[in-house]
């Protein structure tokens, strides 16, 4: 069983331009989130896709979206970067909504993003 | 609207020392409680949950945590401190989604 991988696992970019973090979710699992973690803190939900449909959104503004793929995998796109999206980004997939009712989720390693 | 709070933003340990990590939450809904743990460059790995039942939950690596409904209260414990339990440990409770504590990172010194 493959668990949760991200790439790329590091990435530098500049204010203003455009990034895409990928997240291939676990094997049987639909449903994915994304959470920022800055540098000192917790992780901070951004949004859920469950089924290739966002299923729920935190309080990020229309600058981060999202996508699924038909085979579950996902992609967090950030539009005009600022310096505070420099942060961890976390995906974690689960079996179903409410991690299939076991609430249960399972993190990828995460990519960290430097915007300078 | 939920929220969790954690009280201490650091906590040092001597190796075979009580661990006791305070995580608080608030939540409108009966709460489903999480503890996670992430070592340096690592995603999260879960501990342990309540969500429902038993309110004295036991997790891996000897962490267990008890959920008091009166003291909005689910903090961690581990009678004994190992050196690999130097990591950053993280309290969520779940409502519409995760919200997660701000963290506390255990140091164990030998």
């Known amino acids: 069983e493959t668990g949760v991988t991200q790439s790329p696992t590091h990435l530098i970019k500049t204010r203003g331009q455009q990034v895409t973090l990928r997240c291939s979710s676990q094997?049987?699992?639909?449903?994915v989130s994304w959470y920022q973690q800055a540098l000192g803190q917790g992780p901070q939900f951004i949004f859920q896709y469950y089924r290739e449909e966002e299923n729920g959104r935190g309080n990020f503004p229309p600058r981060f979206s999202g996508l699924q793929f038909p085979n579950y995998s996902s992609e967090l796109n950030v539009n005009a970067l600022e310096l505070d999206d420099s942060a961890l980004y976390l995906c974690?997939?689960?079996?179903?909504?409410?991690?299939?009712?076991?609430?249960?989720?399972?993190f990828g390693p995460g990519t960290r993003l430097t915007v300078t | 609207a939920q929220s969790v709070t954690q009280l201490g933003s650091h906590v040092s340990v001597s190796e075979g020392a009580l661990v006791l990590l305070r995580c608080n939450y608030s939540s409108s809904v009966p709460p489903y409680l999480f503890w996670y743990v992430q070592y340096p460059n690592q995603g999260l790995q879960l501990l342990l949950k309540?969500?429902?039942?038993?309110?004295l939950v036991k997790g891996i690596n000897g962490f267990e945590a008890e959920f008091k409904k009166s003291e909005t209260s689910f903090h961690l414990t581990k009678p004994s401190a190992h050196m690999s339990d130097a990591a950053e440990y993280f309290c969520?409770?779940?409502?519409?989604?995760?919200?997660f504590g701000p963290g506390t990172r255990l140091s164990v010194l030998p």
């Open positions: 309540y969500t429902t039942g038993a309110t």
């Open positions: 974690a997939s689960s079996p179903g909504l409410a991690g299939g009712l076991t609430y249960e989720q399972y």
């Open positions: 969520a409770v779940y409502g519409q989604n995760f919200v």
């Open positions: 094997s049987g699992h639909n449903t």
